[in-house]
């Protein structure tokens, strides 16, 4: 039996079980994509401890660094690509056997070292562990590490209009160009402020917001792998360190050094 039947069979296992917790480990190769999928009767917490997860749903993306994690409510149908080699470790979670109240919604968390432990330990119990009074225990702390996490604004919200769409997916692959508006409207063949109206219709931003908040999440990518901050500013679109390190921490609330320290503390 191949590795993928026996993660399928396993997973199919942990939907059906009356437990409220699962781990799930699995290590995946650079550009391996999990293709859209519900979980049904779970909400999911993923997680990678190296490699950075992308994950796509109807809403967005979001880019998850190794010190977060994405919780996906019950039946949010997603796509998981794998940006690099990742150890996945995520948590399937009974929303209906669990005495507390879960969001219902996606969003993304800080991974603080005791939840790091937690997740890894909870991967090590087996599919049926009611007996286990040292399991028990664990998964009572892991929903109460859970419940301590407040939601982190990551997500980068995505046009469902193919024009915009392609426009982007371009952005995304080339930060560093910065056509105005004026100059994408031409493209479509529409004012400027038509392309402008109808991108805040499909994102909930505006071009220039989405393109920095673009530039900078995936950055975090860069940064994860230890790249010189004066180099990602440079590709990211930015004219100096200072430039970045002033943006991201607008928007992350801590400055890229920080970052890369934490991230080095969770590892």
Request: charged share 20%; hydrophobic share 40%.
């Amino acid at each position: 039996m191949s590795k993928a039947v026996e993660d399928i069979e396993k997973l199919n296992q942990f939907e059906s079980s009356p437990l409220p917790v699962h781990g799930i480990a699995v290590d995946y190769s650079k550009g391996h994509i999990i293709a859209p999928h519900t979980h049904t009767n779970s909400a999911q917490l993923l997680y990678a401890i190296s490699g950075t997860l992308l994950i796509e749903t109807h809403v967005g993306r979001w880019l998850i660094p190794p010190n977060r994690a994405v919780w996906l409510a019950a039946q949010e149908e997603h796509t998981v690509i794998m940006r690099s080699h990742t150890k996945v470790r995520s948590l399937l979670i009974k929303t209906d056997a669990i005495h507390m109240d879960l969001p219902d919604t996606s969003y993304v968390i800080n991974v603080s070292p005791l939840l790091k432990e937690l997740i890894l330990a909870a991967t090590l119990l087996p599919v049926d562990y009611r007996k286990d009074t040292y399991a028990n225990l664990l998964v009572g702390l892991l929903l109460e590490e859970l419940k301590c996490h407040t939601a982190l604004n990551l997500l980068l919200p995505w046009p469902n209009d193919a024009r915009y769409h392609n426009i982007c997916e371009y952005l995304i692959h080339h930060p560093m160009d910065s056509r105005s508006i004026p100059e994408w409207a031409s493209e479509l063949h529409i004012s400027a402020k038509t392309f402008e109206r109808q991108f805040v219709k499909l994102t909930g931003l505006s071009f220039g917001r989405w393109r920095q908040q673009a530039r900078l999440l995936y950055s975090l990518e860069a940064l994860s792998e230890g790249r010189p901050i004066i180099d990602i500013a440079f590709q990211f679109g930015y004219n100096s360190h200072s430039a970045y390190s002033a943006a991201f921490k607008d928007f992350f609330g801590q400055r890229p050094s920080d970052f890369i320290a934490e991230n080095k503390n969770i590892s």
